[in-house]
């Protein structure tokens, strides 16, 4: 995923079901949070960087 914003935008937020599994993504200018909301594990990339969000770590923070 490479989300882009409209530049009038401050941010917009979304949920994505994956294999059984719910995240929410909140996506920033410069930045977008992944959250786990239900499932066991999920794995995206956010502009090429791997992203895993389980249980025990359920919200990660990619900057570009």
């Known amino acids: 995923m490479e989300p ?3 530049s009038a935008w401050n941010s ?3 949920k994505l079901r994956l ?3 719910e995240c929410l993504f909140t996506i920033y200018q410069n930045e977008v949070h992944v959250e786990l ?6 794995e995206v990339y956010v ?3 791997k992203v895993r969000v389980t249980p025990q770590h359920v919200k990660e923070v990619c900057k570009y």
């Not at 909301?37 to 999920?42: L, M, V």
Request: hydrophobic share 20%; aromatic share 12%.
């Open 4 to 6: 882009k914003l409209p």
């Open 37 to 42: 909301t239900s499932g066991k594990a999920c």
């Open 47 to 49: 502009y090429g960087k």
């Open 19 to 21: 294999h059984n599994n």
């Open 12 to 14: 917009i937020k979304f």
